[in-house]
């Protein structure tokens, strides 16, 4: 049984409070609220660029294409919520990230809704709607920016961006979240930690 804690504590799925007991973690915590990104800053985690300042650029309904419905095992045509905002650290555009959920479950989430809250997206995901993510699997490809993104994020044409592609799950394995990024890495690295 211990063992098995130990193992959840070192994957940040339960935290141990001294005196107090063991609890299952959320990502309203500050140790796990960025759990799954990845970018660090070239001088390290203690150069302090502060949190991410999040820009929603559209958040709207549609209906899911086949890539999209494969992704988050759903089918084609079913109800998502797609998601474009781009993430800024010291007030320089480094992400751009387009997402869909499934439309069920994130029921009421709104362009508003999502700019009014101050703290990470999976918090809000779990505080509001129930969903929480527990792994996520990730595919990385180096790319060029199209016109759109380029001026998104306020870069030029040969300027390399690293493409992330994030499939999110909740418990039982069930997809929750197909998450595209480009991330511009001229100031910052995608670090890994492998076991």
């Given at each position: 049984?211990r063992?098995?804690?130990?193992?959840?504590?070192?994957?940040?799925?339960?935290?141990?409070?001294?005196?107090?007991?063991t609890?299952?973690?959320?990502?309203?915590?500050?140790?796990?609220?960025?759990?799954?990104?990845?970018?660090?800053?070239?001088?390290?985690?203690?150069?302090?660029?502060?949190?991410?300042?999040?820009?929603?650029?559209?958040?709207?309904r549609?209906?899911?294409?086949?890539?999209?419905?494969?992704?988050?095992?759903?089918?084609?045509?079913?109800?998502v919520?797609?998601?474009?905002?781009?993430?800024?650290?010291?007030?320089?555009?480094?992400?751009?990230?387009?997402?869909?959920?499934?439309?069920?479950?994130f029921?009421?989430?709104?362009?508003?809704?999502?700019?009014?809250?101050?703290?990470a997206?999976?918090?809000?995901?779990?505080?509001?709607?129930?969903?929480?993510?527990?792994?996520?699997?990730?595919?990385?490809?180096?790319?060029?920016?199209?016109?759109?993104?380029?001026?998104l994020?306020?870069?030029?044409?040969?300027?390399?961006?690293?493409?992330?592609?994030?499939?999110a799950?909740?418990?039982?394995?069930?997809?929750?979240?197909?998450?595209?990024?480009?991330?511009?890495?001229?100031?910052?690295?995608?670090?890994?930690?492998?076991?």
């Open positions: 049984m063992k098995a804690i130990d193992e959840l504590a070192a994957e940040n799925l339960v935290v141990r409070r001294q005196g107090k007991g609890f299952v973690a959320t990502h309203a915590e500050r140790h796990t609220q960025y759990r799954f990104l990845r970018l660090v800053p070239e001088g390290g985690e203690q150069a302090n660029e502060g949190p991410a300042e999040r820009r929603i650029i559209d958040c709207k549609t209906r899911a294409t086949a890539d999209v419905a494969r992704a988050l095992s759903l089918r084609a045509g079913d109800a919520l797609q998601v474009r905002r781009v993430l800024s650290f010291a007030g320089t555009p480094t992400i751009l990230e387009d997402l869909w959920l499934p439309g069920g479950p029921k009421g989430l709104t362009a508003e809704r999502l700019n009014s809250y101050n703290g997206m999976y918090a809000l995901f779990e505080t509001e709607f129930g969903v929480r993510m527990v792994r996520a699997e990730e595919k990385i490809k180096a790319v060029l920016p199209d016109a759109e993104q380029r001026g994020l306020q870069t030029g044409a040969q300027t390399p961006l690293l493409s992330v592609e994030r499939t799950y909740t418990y039982n394995d069930l997809p929750m979240e197909l998450r595209r990024g480009l991330y511009l890495t001229d100031t910052h690295y995608y670090r890994n930690a492998l076991n």
